[in-house]
Every structure is written in structure tokens, then in C-alpha cells.
């Protein structure tokens, strides 16, 4: 939730869900935050190679 929070453009997750522990933990999920330099990190993990 985090990375997807830091997306440009605001973009809305679809959790796929309706058990109402698994939205418990998502909704707490929202309160962490993912500095700059992991968030890239994730990213190039990804995707295999080194983004610019």
C-alpha cells in the first residue's frame, strides 16, 4: 500500500476482498509510509534492472 501510495497520479487500490480482517490490516497498512530511496528499490527489483 505504501508504493502504491507514492505513485504518481494518485492511483486507487482494488484490495480484492471483502473478509473484514484481511481490510482491517489493509486500512492499517495506510498509515506506513516508504522513503524515496526504498520505494526505487522495490522498483528495480521489479522490473530486473536500474532505473534513471
Request: aromatic share 6%.
Given at each position: ?52
Amino acid at each position: 500500500m505504501a508504493w502504491l501510495r507514492c505513485l504518481p497520479g494518485a492511483p486507487v487500490p482494488v484490495i480484492g476482498t471483502l473478509d473484514p480482517s484481511r481490510i482491517t490490516t489493509l486500512q492499517e497498512d495506510t498509515r506506513l509510509s516508504l522513503p524515496r530511496l526504498d520505494w526505487y528499490a522495490l522498483l528495480e527489483a521489479a522490473r530486473g534492472h536500474e532505473v534513471a
